[in-house]
């Protein structure tokens, strides 16, 4: 079957606040998944979309997919006991950057390290916006909250930097505005064979307004940002006339024309190195220093645990004497009560 966006759509009101870049996210799965069925083979009753707590966690009422809103936390748990029961299920999972990385950051590094083949969509406004206002475990150094009225002085999660730091297989990170490229990115991620985990640099309007501005405006965001394609160089600027090369360690910003600097000097971006080194570097880069990247930084190989668990079942029942219940409960050494 031919599925068109609408598809995919449910018949619930969306509850999320005017303006609150949820909504274009939300559309970008919408678009990507009729391609994500076409690619991987798939009808829309073996998508499933679990959420925990946190505005982005209504995503599943907006789904026209089977669904499971879950527990604070919790939902990389549910989703890995779904995707190992019937591993031809195609699991997503939508969090927010409290409930992932709080509360729910011992689930969410198990399953990256793991490589439970699940699709995580991590939104993060770098707020607690369904609680109203609190810090985040992403929220700047120094911000004023709710539970900071003095600024905040812990230091944030780097995201991108905890899943490589889990051995994460796929990371991509992008703006909510970006349609088209996440929708590039969702259907990257579905394809991948193991976590993918796709950081969603999200805008909310009501308790923290333009936390992304810096580089989402778009007067300039081309500038402050770039946009990796596996087998590209590394160009960026609203001229195309900037990139990144290697520097003895580190990475840095040359203009390409100056001091010498050519096309070739430029960086081409590997996905698909096993080293995570340049990943690592990529993931890190923040502005004015850097340009944040954006789209997939990380894509490798590996075994999925849902795979190697349904492999080990097949194998021990192959060699194993017992083939029921009842043969199990009277194996082994059996002894009657009177």
């Not at 990475?251 to 190195?273: P, S, W």
Request: hydrophobic share 40%.
């Amino acid at each position: 079957m031919k599925y068109t966006a609408q598809d995919f759509k449910s018949n619930q009101e969306v509850r999320w606040c005017p303006g609150c870049g949820d909504h274009a996210v939300i559309s970008s799965l919408h678009r990507a998944l009729p391609d994500v069925c076409e690619q991987l083979g798939l009808s829309k009753e073996n998508l499933v979309v679990v959420s925990g707590i946190g505005c982005s966690s209504r995503l599943p009422y907006y789904m026209n997919t089977f669904g499971f809103h879950s527990i604070h936390g919790r939902a990389t748990a549910i989703s890995t006991g779904i995707k190992v029961a019937n591993p031809d299920l195609s699991v997503w999972q939508a969090t927010g950057d409290g409930d992932s990385m709080a509360i729910g950051g011992n689930h969410f590094i198990h399953a990256i390290r793991r490589n439970v083949d699940l699709n995580i969509i991590l939104f993060n406004n770098q707020i607690y916006g369904l609680t109203k206002g609190q810090y985040s475990p992403t929220s700047k150094l120094g911000a004023i909250t709710k539970t900071s009225p003095y600024g905040t002085v812990e230091r944030p999660f780097t995201p991108g930097a905890l899943v490589l730091g889990a051995r994460g297989t796929f990371f991509a990170r992008s703006l909510d505005s970006e349609i088209k490229l996440n929708q590039e990115i969702f259907i990257e991620a579905a394809k991948h064979k193991g976590t993918s985990v796709v950081e969603m640099l999200v805008n909310c309007v009501i308790f923290n307004d333009g936390a992304h501005s810096i580089i989402s405006d778009r007067e300039n965001r081309a500038d402050r940002t770039i946009v990796l394609k596996h087998g590209e160089k590394m160009i960026f600027g609203k001229n195309k006339d900037k990139g990144i090369i290697l520097d003895g360690q580190g990475l840095k910003v040359v203009t390409i024309g100056e001091n010498g600097v050519t096309e070739d000097d430029i960086l081409v971006h590997d996905a698909h190195c096993e080293s995570a080194g340049i990943h690592n570097m990529l993931v890190d880069m923040k502005y004015p220093d850097f340009p944040v990247a954006l789209g997939v930084i990380r894509d490798v190989k590996a075994a999925t645990y849902d795979e190697a668990v349904k492999d080990q079942v097949i194998e021990v029942t192959g060699k194993s004497n017992i083939k029921s219940v009842d043969e199990l409960l009277h194996s082994g050494a059996t002894w009657e009560v009177k």
